[in-house]
């Protein structure tokens, strides 16, 4: 593989591989620190030829954050996203990470509303119909599960079919679900409460990155924050906001900056919990375990509401 690699860098980038070391982190690729005899340091991702699809959706999302993020927030612009040799490879430019701080972390937020925002003006980010449409002009991956991004004109619709309705489809095929179809009560039920939930709410469909926890954040030593593995299209601003609040990691000066910087409508709390549903279901149709109880508790509680 080094030197698969070490020749694909050198045709695709024109640079000369020294070095490279294991980077910790991730559980679908394998992730790289790149030497380069020009004494620069470059970040690769590396995986069988099968996982190219994922790594070039990668590519596509980071491109269309990069071509809406305001200066202050970094989202890495890919180098080159091929196959070499039997691998494929999706190269970065290398950030140096810092510790947190709530000044980073502000900046982070405050950058993710100017990135909501500005995506509005750039319909052109998705080649697809602009902001009065939710979806994406390709289908992508949330971790390594298909995400299917259909357009369309209505936000509950969307929600109900592209996202609840293609994971509860295979949570039914599930193999590691406990009780197989009758894993989770109420499924049904709750495609239709969806609907009631978001019936009012007309959200501007901006570019969201879809797959917000703190693993795909970071501070870098610059001081600005950066945005990492995203699962992009254009969908409710109110996702990001939620799925961060899902497993921890962010300080509310992340939230109390964007709010500052562009308040959410009224109602945002009352949907996190569905929007959130989304991503437990996600994580019980790849990691099973407890993750089907608390997809079932998420379940239970947002029926109980209606």
């Keep these: 593989m080094a030197d698969a690699l070490a020749g694909w860098l050198h045709k695709a980038l ?7 070391s294991p980077v910790g982190g991730g559980c679908i690729h394998r992730a790289w620190r790149l030497e380069l005899a020009c004494g620069a340091v470059l970040f ?8 190219l699809p994922l790594l070039e959706a990668e590519a596509d999302g980071l491109r269309a954050l990069a071509a809406a993020a305001p200066p202050a927030l ?8 091929e196959l070499a040799g039997d691998q494929a490879v999706l190269v970065l430019p290398w950030l140096d ?6 000044a980073g972390w502000s900046a982070l937020g405050r950058g993710l509303a100017g990135l909501h925002r500005a995506s509005l003006e750039r319909a052109g980010l998705d080649h697809g119909p602009g902001q009065d449409r939710y979806g994406w002009s390709l289908n992508n991956f949330i971790g390594s599960t298909h995400q299917p991004n259909a357009w369309c004109a ?3 619709q969307f929600f109900r079919v592209e996202r609840l309705g293609h994971q509860l489809k295979l949570a039914r095929s599930s193999s ?4 197989g179809s009758q894993a989770l009560r109420g499924s049904e039920a709750l495609l239709e409460r969806s609907l009631v939930v978001l019936a009012k709410h007309r959200p501007e469909a901006v570019l969201v990155h879809g797959d917000l926890w703190s693993g795909n954040a970071a501070l870098l030593a610059s001081g600005c924050g950066a945005l990492l593995d995203p699962a992009v299209y254009r969908g409710d601003r109110e996702v990001d906001l939620a799925m961060a609040r899902l497993f921890g990691g962010f300080p509310e000066a992340f939230f109390n900056a964007y709010e500052l910087a562009w308040p959410l409508p009224a109602g945002s709390k009352q949907r996190v919990q569905l929007y959130n549903l989304y991503h437990l279901l996600n994580h ?23």
């Design 14 to 20: 024109g640079v000369t591989l020294t070095g490279r």
């Design 74 to 81: 970094v989202v890495p612009s890919p180098l080159a996203c």
């Design 154 to 156: 209505n936000w509950a």
């Design 97 to 102: 990470l810092a510790g947190g701080s709530l």
């Design 284 to 306: 019980a149709n790849l990691f099973g375990g407890g993750y089907w109880s608390q997809a079932q508790k998420a379940i239970d509680a947002l029926l109980a509401q209606g």
């Design 176 to 179: 590691q679900a406990p009780g």
């Design 44 to 51: 690769a991702k590396t995986n069988t030829a099968e996982a």
